[in-house]
Protein backbone atom coordinates (compact mmCIF):
# COMPACT_ATOMS: atom_id res chain seq x y z
CA UNK A 1 0.00 0.00 0.00
CA UNK A 2 1.57 3.34 -1.16
CA UNK A 3 -0.63 5.77 0.96
CA UNK A 4 -1.03 7.73 -2.32
CA UNK A 5 -4.71 9.25 -2.30
CA UNK A 6 -6.38 11.13 -4.61
CA UNK A 7 -6.30 14.77 -3.80
CA UNK A 8 -8.85 17.48 -4.57
CA UNK A 9 -8.42 21.27 -4.64
CA UNK A 10 -10.96 23.59 -6.31
CA UNK A 11 -9.84 23.68 -9.68
CA UNK A 12 -7.23 20.62 -9.58
CA UNK A 13 -7.44 17.03 -8.78
CA UNK A 14 -4.33 15.21 -8.54
CA UNK A 15 -4.56 11.26 -8.91
CA UNK A 16 -1.34 8.80 -7.90
CA UNK A 17 0.78 8.02 -11.76
CA UNK A 18 0.80 4.39 -12.95
CA UNK A 19 2.32 2.61 -15.71
CA UNK A 20 -0.79 3.73 -17.64
CA UNK A 21 0.55 6.95 -17.76
CA UNK A 22 4.19 6.33 -19.06
CA UNK A 23 3.73 7.33 -22.71
CA UNK A 24 2.01 11.09 -21.70
CA UNK A 25 4.53 11.67 -19.20
CA UNK A 26 7.44 10.59 -22.25
CA UNK A 27 6.37 12.61 -24.06
CA UNK A 28 5.93 15.63 -21.84
CA UNK A 29 9.30 15.63 -20.15
CA UNK A 30 10.90 14.92 -23.72
CA UNK A 31 9.49 18.06 -24.63
CA UNK A 32 11.14 21.24 -24.87
CA UNK A 33 8.32 23.22 -22.81
CA UNK A 34 8.78 20.80 -19.79
CA UNK A 35 12.85 20.45 -20.01
CA UNK A 36 12.82 24.52 -20.13
CA UNK A 37 11.91 24.20 -16.40
CA UNK A 38 12.50 21.07 -15.32
CA UNK A 39 16.64 20.49 -15.43
CA UNK A 40 16.97 21.43 -18.76
CA UNK A 41 17.30 18.40 -20.39
CA UNK A 42 15.12 16.07 -21.97
CA UNK A 43 14.30 12.72 -20.75
CA UNK A 44 14.27 9.37 -21.97
CA UNK A 45 11.01 6.96 -21.63
CA UNK A 46 13.15 4.95 -19.52
CA UNK A 47 13.93 7.97 -16.96
CA UNK A 48 10.65 8.73 -16.80
CA UNK A 49 9.52 5.19 -16.06
CA UNK A 50 12.06 5.01 -13.29
CA UNK A 51 11.09 8.47 -11.88
CA UNK A 52 7.52 9.68 -12.57
CA UNK A 53 5.00 6.50 -12.97
CA UNK A 54 4.92 6.00 -8.99
CA UNK A 55 7.88 3.23 -8.94
CA UNK A 56 9.74 5.55 -6.18
CA UNK A 57 7.17 5.30 -3.59
CA UNK A 58 6.57 5.86 -0.64
CA UNK A 59 9.84 8.23 -0.61
CA UNK A 60 8.90 9.77 -3.32
CA UNK A 61 4.53 10.84 -4.47
CA UNK A 62 4.36 11.35 -7.95
CA UNK A 63 0.89 12.71 -9.50
CA UNK A 64 -0.83 13.80 -12.53
CA UNK A 65 -2.69 17.12 -12.36
CA UNK A 66 -6.04 17.11 -13.73
CA UNK A 67 -8.64 19.67 -14.59
CA UNK A 68 -12.28 18.87 -15.23
CA UNK A 69 -10.90 15.61 -15.56
CA UNK A 70 -7.84 16.33 -18.47
CA UNK A 71 -4.03 15.86 -17.43
CA UNK A 72 -2.63 19.54 -17.40
CA UNK A 73 0.47 18.38 -14.96
CA UNK A 74 2.94 16.20 -13.56
CA UNK A 75 3.39 16.82 -9.95
CA UNK A 76 5.49 15.26 -7.04
CA UNK A 77 6.91 15.14 -3.30
CA UNK A 78 9.62 13.98 -1.80
CA UNK A 79 10.55 13.32 1.43
CA UNK A 80 13.56 14.97 3.54
CA UNK A 81 12.49 14.22 7.28
CA UNK A 82 8.99 12.99 8.97
CA UNK A 83 8.16 16.50 8.87
CA UNK A 84 9.28 18.06 5.93
CA UNK A 85 10.50 18.00 2.25
CA UNK A 86 9.91 19.49 -0.48
CA UNK A 87 7.63 19.28 -4.18
CA UNK A 88 7.98 20.23 -7.43
CA UNK A 89 5.28 20.86 -10.47
CA UNK A 90 4.94 21.57 -14.05
CA UNK A 91 1.80 22.30 -16.05
CA UNK A 92 1.64 22.16 -19.70
CA UNK A 93 2.16 25.16 -21.53
CA UNK A 94 -2.19 25.52 -22.41
CA UNK A 95 -2.88 25.52 -18.55
CA UNK A 96 -0.61 27.92 -16.96
CA UNK A 97 -1.95 31.44 -15.97
CA UNK A 98 -5.21 29.78 -15.16
CA UNK A 99 -5.14 29.32 -11.42
CA UNK A 100 -4.11 25.76 -11.61
CA UNK A 101 -0.99 25.64 -10.00
CA UNK A 102 -1.80 27.27 -6.92
CA UNK A 103 -4.60 25.45 -6.81
CA UNK A 104 -2.77 22.11 -6.92
CA UNK A 105 0.08 23.10 -4.71
CA UNK A 106 -3.05 24.31 -1.83
CA UNK A 107 -4.35 20.83 -2.43
CA UNK A 108 -0.78 19.01 -1.91
CA UNK A 109 0.16 21.30 0.91
CA UNK A 110 -2.71 20.33 2.68
CA UNK A 111 -2.65 17.15 2.44
CA UNK A 112 1.12 16.69 3.23
CA UNK A 113 1.07 18.86 6.31
CA UNK A 114 -2.75 17.44 7.64
CA UNK A 115 -2.08 14.11 6.85
CA UNK A 116 1.35 13.60 7.25
CA UNK A 117 2.57 15.75 9.66
CA UNK A 118 4.67 17.73 7.40
CA UNK A 119 6.09 21.39 9.22
CA UNK A 120 7.83 22.19 6.45
CA UNK A 121 7.56 22.47 2.50
CA UNK A 122 10.04 23.29 -0.14
CA UNK A 123 10.15 24.44 -3.59
CA UNK A 124 12.81 25.39 -5.93
CA UNK A 125 11.80 27.06 -8.79
CA UNK A 126 14.33 28.65 -11.96
CA UNK A 127 14.55 32.16 -10.30
CA UNK A 128 14.09 33.74 -13.81
CA UNK A 129 10.37 31.88 -14.45
CA UNK A 130 8.49 34.64 -13.07
CA UNK A 131 5.10 33.01 -13.77
CA UNK A 132 6.24 29.94 -11.42
CA UNK A 133 7.83 32.28 -8.59
CA UNK A 134 4.85 34.06 -8.51
CA UNK A 135 2.80 31.23 -8.33
CA UNK A 136 3.96 29.72 -5.52
CA UNK A 137 3.68 32.98 -3.71
CA UNK A 138 0.26 32.77 -4.73
CA UNK A 139 0.37 29.17 -2.47
CA UNK A 140 2.05 30.86 0.52
CA UNK A 141 5.65 29.74 -0.21
CA UNK A 142 8.41 32.54 0.31
CA UNK A 143 11.97 33.39 -1.23
CA UNK A 144 14.66 32.10 1.24
CA UNK A 145 17.70 32.02 -0.87
CA UNK A 146 18.78 31.66 -4.43
CA UNK A 147 20.86 28.96 -5.58
CA UNK A 148 22.32 28.84 -8.70
CA UNK A 149 19.87 29.38 -11.18
CA UNK A 150 16.74 28.61 -8.68
CA UNK A 151 15.14 29.91 -6.04
CA UNK A 152 14.74 28.23 -2.79
CA UNK A 153 11.56 29.35 -1.64
CA UNK A 154 9.53 27.62 1.75
CA UNK A 155 6.05 27.23 2.98
CA UNK A 156 5.41 26.90 6.82
CA UNK A 157 1.96 26.83 8.21
CA UNK A 158 1.19 29.67 10.34
CA UNK A 159 1.33 30.02 14.24
Known amino acids: MTGDVALDGVLTRLVPTTENDLEMLASWFAGPDFVENWGG ?67 LVTHLCSERGWRRVTVDPVATNIRAVRAWEKTGFRPLAREGRNLLMEWCPAG
Do not use: N
Not at 101 to 106: E, L, N, T, V
Open 41 to 107: IPLSRQQVAEKYVGRRRPRVGSYLVLAHGTAVGYAQYWHADATEGGIDMVLTPDAQGRGLGPDAARA
